[in-house]
């Protein structure tokens, strides 16, 4: 048998009758209304409210985790009393997803600029260019190739080294 989201235990609806404004609008009576008055008044967090228990967030993540986490978590901690809790948690989200989207692009960058393809190496990525494309109303347009001979084909670079 699956385990359910409920963890064995026979869920309970917190909304109780009225959870529907339908519900509601048909004719409440009033010890309905007393009862959704005192079940809107429960949804009001205490001051201690969310109660932070010790130990569960150590429980919760490994160690690894902890570890790429530490930072961010220590930037964000002096935000929760200023934005709220839901909100330096979403902030902090996106930081961390803007960072790493960031940091492949600059990765990726430099791979492409530092690792390129020519003579002097057998590895890396070897990127072509597109000609320009030149039309017959184009003032440039019989436009010979700037390739005469055979080698000028695949040199690579080998023919503008300085070495």
Do not use: C
């Not at 309970?12 to 079940?39: H, N, S, V």
């Not at 530092?114 to 003032?139: C, H, L």
Request: glycine share 8%; no cysteine; hydrophobic share 35%.
């Amino acid at each position: 048998m699956a385990e359910h989201d409920t963890g064995g235990v026979k869920a309970f609806p917190i909304e109780g009758p009225f959870k529907r404004e339908r519900a509601r609008l048909e004719g409440m009576t009033d010890a309905d209304r007393a009862y959704r008055r005192q079940w809107l008044k429960d949804q009001i967090l205490a001051e201690s409210e969310p109660a932070v228990v010790p130990g569960y967030y150590e429980a919760r993540y490994n160690p690894i985790r902890r570890f790429y986490r530490w930072p961010l978590d220590t930037a964000f901690k002096p935000l929760v009393p200023i934005l709220g809790y839901e909100s330096a948690a979403k902030l902090r989200w996106f930081t961390g997803k803007f960072a790493m989207i960031f940091g492949a692009v600059y990765a990726g960058y430099y791979y492409f600029k530092y690792n390129q393809n020519d003579w002097s190496r057998a590895g890396g990525w070897r990127v072509f260019k597109s000609k320009e494309m030149i039309t017959p109303i184009d003032s440039r347009f019989p436009q010979v190739s700037d390739r005469k001979e055979g080698a000028d084909f695949a040199a690579r670079g080998f023919k503008t080294s300085p070495i």
